[in-house]
C-alpha cells in the first residue's frame, strides 16, 4: 500500500527540482564565463608564447616551406575565381551608381578603390581562413587526439615552435602575395564588366586610375592581407591544440575555427580601415 503523499514529501521533491534548475543555471553561467573570459584568455596567452618561439632558432624552414606551398595549392585557383566575378560585381555596381551623377570617366577609379581597399583583402582572407586556415586545425587537432602533441613535450620539443609559428607565417606570408592577385585579377574583371557590359571606353577606365587610388591604400591592403593572415594561423592552430573528444571534436574545432576566424577578420578590417583613414589624408582629385 502506497503512503500518502505529505507535504514534507512535496517539498523535497520541489527541492530536488529547484536544484536541478539552479544546476542548469550555473552550468549555463560556466560556460558564458569560459566564452567570454577564459578562452580570449587562453588566446592571447598562445598568441604571446607563439610571439617568443618565432624568434626561437634553429627556425623550421622546411616546414615553412611545405606548409606555404599547401596553402597555395588549395587557394590560388579559388582566389582567382572569386576574384573576377567580384570584381565584375564591384564594376557593374559602382559603374550603374555613378552614371546616374553624370560621372561615368571615374568608373576606374572607384573600382580600383574598392577592389584594392577592401575587396582583395578579405577574398584573401577568407579563402585563407577557409581553406588554409580549416586544413591547419584539422592537422594539429588530429596530431592532438593521437597524443602527438604530449609526446612532442615528453620529447622536449616545443609544439609551438614546431607547428605553428611556421604554419601562422606561411599564411601570412602567403596571404600578401594572393592580395595581389586578387587585385589584379579583380580589376581585369572590372574592366571586362565595365567596357564589354556597360558601354565605358577602355581608356576613360585606365585614365581614371590615379584619380582617387593612391600607393598607401596598396600597403593598407598589404597590411590588412598579413595580419588576416597571422589571425587565421593562429585561430586554426588554438583550436587544433585545445581539440577533444576523438575525431568529433576535431569536427567541432574546424567549424569553430572558420567561424570565429570571420568574425575576427571583419573586426580588424574595421579596425584597420577606421585608423588608415585617420592617419591618410584622401587624395584629391
Known amino acids: 500500500m502506497s503512503t500518502p503523499d505529505t507535504g514534507i514529501d512535496a517539498g523535497r521533491r520541489r527541492g530536488r527540482k529547484g536544484g536541478g534548475s539552479s544546476a542548469r543555471f550555473r552550468k549555463v553561467g560556466d560556460g558564458a564565463v569560459n566564452v567570454l573570459v577564459k578562452e580570449p584568455g587562453r588566446f592571447f596567452a598562445l598568441c604571446l608564447d607563439t610571439g617568443r618561439a618565432m624568434f626561437k632558432w634553429p627556425f623550421q624552414w622546411r616546414e615553412f616551406i611545405q606548409q606555404a606551398w599547401f596553402i597555395v595549392s588549395v587557394t590560388v585557383v579559388p582566389t582567382m575565381l572569386v576574384a573576377i566575378p567580384f570584381g565584375g560585381i ?3 555596381q559602382v559603374g550603374g551608381l555613378i552614371r546616374q551623377f553624370g560621372a561615368q570617366s571615374f568608373t576606374g577609379a572607384t573600382a580600383v578603390a574598392a577592389i584594392v581597399r577592401e575587396a582583395s583583402p578579405l577574398v584573401t582572407s577568407l579563402l585563407v581562413a577557409g581553406a588554409a586556415g580549416s586544413a591547419i586545425c584539422a592537422d594539429i587537432g588530429s596530431r592532438k587526439i593521437r597524443e602527438e602533441i604530449d609526446a612532442m613535450e615528453v620529447l622536449g ?129
Do not use: W
Open 90 to 92: 564591384l564594376s557593374l
Open 157 to 285: 620539443i616545443n609544439p609551438l615552435h614546431r607547428l605553428v609559428v611556421p604554419r601562422m607565417l606561411a599564411c601570412a606570408f602567403v596571404a600578401l602575395f594572393l592580395n595581389g592577385l586578387v587585385s589584379v585579377v579583380g580589376l581585369m574583371g572590372g574592366y571586362f564588366f565595365n567596357v564589354m557590359l556597360q558601354g565605358g571606353t577602355p581608356g576613360a577606365y585606365l585614365a581614371s586610375f590615379n584619380a582617387i587610388a593612391q600607393l598607401p591604400d596598396l600597403l593598407q591592403a598589404e597590411v590588412k592581407a598579413f595580419v588576416f593572415g597571422i589571425t587565421a594561423g593562429l585561430v586554426a592552430a588554438y583550436k587544433g591544440l585545445n581539440a577533444k573528444g576523438g575525431p568529433k571534436g576535431v569536427g567541432d574545432a574546424v567549424n569553430q575555427t572558420v567561424v570565429i576566424t570571420f568574425m575576427l577578420l571583419f573586426v580588424e578590417n574595421f579596425l584597420i580601415s577606421s585608423l588608415y583613414f585617420q592617419l591618410v589624408p584622401s587624395k584629391g582629385m
